[in-house]
């Protein structure tokens, strides 16, 4: 199992690596967004070349509000524009896998509408996604896209689509985490695995492991039954970076308990 963070998508990417190999993590959750990140301002060459210096892998997340289901096909053909253009950047910095968050603002519109234009613009990009060497996988999201039933809207039709699991998410706007039944659905399809803690309700708070109500424990334990040992991210958005080291160790010597 390794351990990343996310950067800050107003800092500096290769200084943001710096802080995160000095605090011992495996890998570096790159999120592209402006205004320091945008896929068009990084230096994908610099970039590599520091985290080769540092050994730390890299994984590829987007920005969680593009437009990918529009009802306006512009704007649908510009998230795609946008989206292959991370691509580029994340088979460049040696990336293997790309997250998206499926998008559900189209307003007068029933679900089935966004489900099949959030299809049409994974359809499109999957072609550079091969040709790169970068897999897709789909995130899932409170609301609309936080149980098995749900995914399997977007995750059924396109079998080489992972699944990026966020086990913070699974706890929001449920009557139960959603984790573990996704898991038993397409745990299989499991690529990478976001981590952080909340109180439950609709609001994402990011707090460290152990602040909130979610059971870091079993879903760890959850994690382990299905086979996974990848990439974990811990989301714990604090300005105060102790925050962090402290759910690192948590998140270590739980994965470390028979």
């Not at 210096?53 to 969680?64: E, I």
């Not at 994340?90 to 966004?114: I, Q, S």
């Not at 039933?149 to 139960?176: C, S």
């Not at 981590?195 to 079993?218: C, F, I, K, W």
Request: charged share 25%; with cysteine; glycine share 6%.
């Amino acid at each position: 199992m390794l351990i990343g963070a996310m950067n800050h998508p107003a800092s500096d990417v290769v200084e943001e690596i710096e802080w995160m190999a000095a605090m011992g993590l495996d890998f570096l959750d790159l999120t592209l967004e402006p205004p320091a990140a945008a896929s068009w301002r990084v230096d994908p060459a610099a970039i590599r070349a520091a985290l080769e210096r540092r050994k730390l892998q890299v994984v590829g997340h987007t920005a969680f509000y593009l437009p990918m289901a529009s009802a306006f096909e512009d704007l649908r053909r510009a998230s795609v524009c946008e989206l292959r253009r991370c691509l580029e950047v994340f088979g460049a910095v040696g990336a293997r896998w790309m997250n998206l968050h499926p998008d559900r603002h189209t307003p007068m519109h029933e679900r089935r509408f966004y489900i099949e234009r959030n299809l049409e613009t994974l359809r499109d990009l999957l072609p550079d996604a091969r040709r790169l060497g970068v897999g897709l996988m789909v995130e899932n999201l409170p609301g609309e896209y936080n149980t098995a039933a749900q995914l399997a809207d977007l995750l059924d039709p396109l079998p080489e689509v992972g699944l990026h699991l966020d086990i913070g998410h699974a706890n929001l706007m449920t009557a139960h985490n959603t984790a573990e039944e996704i898991l038993a659905a397409y745990g299989p399809r499991l690529r990478h695995v976001h981590l952080h803690d909340n109180r439950g309700g609709s609001e994402d708070l990011h707090l460290p492991l152990g602040a909130g109500t979610v059971d870091v424990r079993r879903h760890i334990a959850a994690l382990k039954r299905c086979g996974y040992d990848g990439t974990i991210t811990l989301e714990v958005f604090t300005p105060d970076r102790h925050y962090l080291a402290h759910s690192r160790d948590v998140l270590r010597r739980m994965w470390d308990e028979p």
